[in-house]
Structures are given as structure tokens and as C-alpha cells.
């Protein structure tokens, strides 16, 4: 792809993404919208997705941008619904929507219908995670969603290999196919368990902020060509070496912690919302290679696949969730359930461009030098699934949620537990200031010692002034009038280090140490609530 239109294609998605805060339209449906929309547009060029650059240099990044904001001891305590989700409903999917795929389509072979299956059995990590946050859904249904969508993509990929192997005539039986699934899913977690604490180690010994940042940004892809190497689950791998990380976060210098934020929030931005319009724009070469498949037809058996998807996933959900829940064991261990969290859970399954990425990565050609049968139809059936999942279920999930009136997310009760763990911990602090003060070596003027005690306890208050009495004339808790105070405090002292600078009082080096300071003061007084 040449650098011009790719340039105009991170711009457009960036604008659309832009607008999409201005509606109540999720962003990745918008951006699906926009896609289709300019791959009818004149002149607009071809941008058909490369499994080769998919696969290994979007997927990685992306998995550990979801894995490492994931909670390790949420998907612990979820554990087994995650699994079955991640594991039990995919190759559940691709035995279901495979079969159905057989029977609906006269002369699909059964191998052909199962790399269709398999191909679209798994729902989107992106997908998932952006509607879920933007639906604020509660936060088991959420951990269940994000964890089955870390996971599921590597038990698809690699049941996608074994029909694969079957339909172009180089696989060593289904037997073998269960044993080389076996072997790629221990083996990636293995490659993520022996990569994972040397990482974390040598990130914790690296000095330099930028270093460590750099690291950051190859980890994900030493993961995934590291266990492809050997030929185990890149996606694993990737995703055991992210929950460690993120869980071990804490032991990684400050400054590496707030770039690394920044950093992966942008990378994360461009790519979920190239991809999504890469989804779109994939329209033109789908459509271009259906060949003797064109016509109503075609529109008949899109259909019926997404039907059967959406219908494969209920059938596995609902009992997934209650029957364990026979075990007096299980039934102490998890939170009470009602039909509700299933239906939600079984509606949310929207599919995504690892799905395209992979249909596309189906070969044209058997071992014999046959054109593969049916490739060009699976690929068809691939778009239309994934865009009607989008469409459809992306669009209908909000009013659903609504309709079910899900439990809110109590938000005094989470303010609450902040203000207790601040409290608890500003204690610590206190005796922890106490006890160095008393050490002559640490002797400060009275006025220092106060400011410490005073940041102190400014930082245990601010929790509590959120559940305060609010302004009436502003509408602010007495913690936001403080934030804007200080804000416009703040930028009134920059206008005039600006202004000393323009009359040559002092030198752009200068501004830029001062500005600094005062982006840090800004930080810590406004605390921004990222979308």
C-alpha cells in the first residue's frame, strides 16, 4: 500500500472516529459505515486487507492493548465462563455453523463449510471492548466479554489450520488436527510463561523512560513471532505476557507508566479505527471474486449464516451459564445470575476484522495446483457475517440493554471503596512521614514538612469532596471547583511565561522547563476522565 492513501485513510477514520463522539453511535459501527460508503466513492483506492499484515502486525498490538488494561484476578475469579466461551463456543461455532454452511449451500464440501465455521466463529476483541465501555455495562458481563475475546481468537485460528489442512488435502486427520490444537495452546502459553518475567525484569532495570517505551512497543510482537516460530499460538502468548505485565504494572518507574498510557492509547486509536474502516472498504473486493456465487443466491446464503451464527451462540450461552451452576460448589463460588446476563452475552457477539483477515488468508490454490473450492464464497459469507454482526447487533445492543433495565453500575459505591483504599493508604503515608521525619538526616523547614502533610491530605479529601454537597450555580462537586480553579490558576502563570518569552525576558529553553512544571502541577490537580 502506497503511503499516500494510507495517510488519507488514518486521517478519514480519525475524523469519522472524531464525529463518532458526537453521537450515540458507537464509533466502530460509524466507522464500518464509512467504509462502506467510500469504497462506492470514484477514485477511492483499493485497500484489500494482507493476511500477512494483519495477522502479525495489527493483531499483536491490539491483543496486548486490550490484555494489559484486563483484570489478571477478574478473569481468574471468571475463569470458567470465560473458557467456555473462549474455548468451548468456538470450536462449539465452527462445528454448528459449519454444518448448517454444508447443508445451506449445495456442493460446499464439509471441509470448506468448517474453515467457514472456524473463520467466523470467533467474536472481535475491538468490537467487544469498544462497546462495551461505551454501554457501561456491569463489570462481570464486561470481564467475561474481554476475556473471551483475548483468547478466542488463538482456538479459532487453530481450528482454522486443521480444516484448512483438510480442505486443501495436506492434513494428517482429525486426530492429528486435536493433537496440533493441543500443542499450539499449551504452546503458546508456554512461550508467554518463559518470555514473561524476563520482560517484566529487564523492563523494571531499564532507566530511561524512552527505552522502556520502546520495549513496550516490541513486546507484543516478540510474543506472537516468537511462539509462530515454533509453531504455537502467537495470540496466547501474547495475551499471557500482557496479563503479567499489566498486573505487575505497578513495579515499573512512574514517568515509564504515564508515557507508556499515552503512547499505547494512540497506538490502540489509529489502529482500532483503521481497522474497523478496512472492514468497510473491503466491500469492492469481496464482491469483485464472487464469480458463479452473484445473484440472489447469495444474498439467501448470507443470511442464513448469520443466523445460524447469532443462533449458535445462544444455544451454547444459555446452557454454558446454567447448568454448571447445578454444582452446589460452583453456585457458592459465583455471583447469582438471572436470564438476563445471557442474553446480553449472547447478543454480544459482534465479529470482526480478524475474522476478514483470516478468510482472506485462505489459499487460492490446493497442494494439486486445483483453484480451492469454494474460497471466493467463504470470503463473501466472512463479509457479510461480520458487517451484519456489526450492524445489526452493534446497533440493537444499546436499546437491548435498556429494554432489560441491567442493574447500573453503582457509581457511589465504587466512589466509596476509592475513598476508603485512599484512606487507608494516606494513613501509610502519614506514619511513613512521620517515621522519616524523625531521622535527623531528613530534617525540613516546618513550612515543607506541612506541605507534605498537606498533599496528604488533600489527596484523601479529593475523594470524599466527589460525594459532597454540589454547587448550585455550576452544578460541580466541590473537588470539580477545585480542578478549575486550579486550572485557569495554572493558565493564567502560562500566558505570562509565554509573554516573558515573547519580549526575549526569557529563552525558548526556559519556556520549556517552566511549561513543563506546569503541565505536571495541571495533571495533578485536573484529573481528565478518559472516554
Not at 199 to 223: E, G, Y
Not at 272 to 288: K, M, N, Y
Not at 323 to 330: D, E, G, K, T
Not at 417 to 432: G, R, W
Amino acid at each position: 500500500m502506497e503511503a499516500f492513501p494510507l495517510v488519507w485513510l488514518v486521517a478519514g477514520c480519525a475524523v469519522v472516529a472524531g464525529l463518532a463522539r458526537r453521537t450515540p453511535i458507537p464509533a466502530p459501527l460509524l466507522l464500518v459505515a464509512a467504509g462502506l460508503a467510500a469504497s462506492y466513492v470514484p477514485g477511492v483506492p483499493s485497500y484489500a486487507l494482507d493476511p500477512h499484515i494483519v495477522l502479525p502486525l495489527v493483531l499483536p498490538p491490539l491483543l496486548y492493548t486490550a490484555a494489559i488494561d484486563s483484570s489478571y484476578l477478574g478473569l481468574r475469579a471468571n475463569l470458567r465462563p470465560v473458557a467456555l466461551l473462549s474455548v468451548g463456543y468456538v470450536l462449539f461455532a465452527t462445528l454448528v455453523v459449519g454444518y448448517a454452511a454444508h447443508l445451506i449451500v449445495p456442493g460446499l464440501s464439509k471441509p470448506a463449510a468448517l474453515v467457514l465455521g472456524a473463520v467466523v466463529a470467533p467474536p472481535d476483541a475491538v468490537a467487544a471492548t469498544a462497546i462495551a465501555r461505551r454501554l457501561g455495562l456491569p463489570s462481570r458481563i464486561t470481564t467475561i466479554l474481554q476475556g473471551e475475546s483475548l483468547v478466542n481468537d488463538a482456538t479459532a485460528i487453530t481450528a482454522y489450520k486443521v480444516a484448512l489442512a483438510a480442505l486443501v488435502g495436506s492434513g494428517a486427520g482429525w486426530a492429528g488436527g486435536v493433537a496440533e490444537f493441543l500443542m499450539a495452546s499449551v504452546g503458546g502459553v508456554g512461550v508467554g510463561l518463559l518470555l514473561m518475567v524476563p520482560i517484566h525484569a529487564l523492563r523494571t532495570r531499564l532507566s530511561t523512560p524512552l527505552l522502556q517505551n520502546t520495549l513496550s512497543l516490541l513486546i507484543p510482537f516478540v510474543a506472537y513471532a516468537a511462539a509462530e516460530r515454533v509453531h504455537a499460538s502467537g495470540v496466547l502468548a501474547v495475551v499471557v505476557v500482557a496479563l503479567y505485565l499489566g498486573h505487575r504494572n505497578w513495579q515499573v518507574d512512574f514517568a515509564t507508566r504515564l508515557q507508556e498510557e499515552a503512547v499505547w492509547k494512540m497506538v490502540a486509536f489509529v489502529l482500532e479505527t483503521v481497522v474497523f474502516a478496512l472492514i468497510g472498504l473491503q466491500l469492492p473486493v469481496v464482491l469483485e471474486g464472487l464469480g458463479e456465487y452473484e445473484g440472489p443466491r447469495a444474498a439467501w446464503y448470507a443470511v442464513a449464516v448469520f443466523l445460524a451464527v447469532v443462533a449458535a451462540r445462544f444455544v451454547w450461552v444459555f446452557p454454558a451459564t446454567f447448568m454448571p451452576r447445578l454444582s452446589a460448589r460452583i453456585r457458592a463460588r459465583e455471583p447469582e445470575t438471572n436470564w438476563k446476563s445471557p442474553v446480553i452475552v449472547g447478543w454480544a457477539g459482534m465479529r470482526g476484522v480478524v475474522s476478514l483477515a483470516v478468510a482472506f488468508a485462505v489459499p487460492v490454490t490446493m497442494e494439486s495446483g486445483a483453484p480451492v473450492p469454494a474460497r471466493n464464497l467463504i470470503l463473501f459469507l466472512t463479509f457479510t457475517t461480520v458487517i451484519g454482526t456489526l450492524v445489526v447487533q452493534g446497533l440493537t445492543l444499546p436499546p437491548l440493554i435498556r429494554l432489560l433495565r441491567l442493574p447500573p453500575v453503582d457509581r457511589q459505591a465504587e466512589t466509596l471503596a476509592e475513598a476508603q483504599a485512599q484512606n487507608d493508604a494516606s494513613v501509610a503515608a502519614e506514619t511513613k512521614l512521620a517515621e522519616l521525619l524523625e531521622d535527623p538526616r531528613n530534617a525540613l523547614p516546618t513550612p515543607l514538612a506541612d506541605r507534605l502533610r498537606t498533599v496528604i491530605e488533600r489527596r484523601r479529601n479529593a475523594v470524599w469532596e466527589r460525594l459532597g454537597q454540589v454547587n448550585p450555580e455550576t452544578g460541580e462537586s466541590a473537588d470539580d471547583t477545585y480542578r478549575r480553579l486550579a486550572r485557569e490558576m495554572i493558565e493564567a502563570e502560562r500566558e505570562v511565561f509565554v509573554e516573558l518569552r515573547d519580549r526575549r525576558r526569557i529563552d525558548d529553553e526556559m519556556l520549556r522547563t517552566l511549561l513543563r512544571r506546569l503541565d505536571l502541577e495541571e495533571a495533578a490537580a485536573y484529573r481528565e476522565v478518559a472516554d
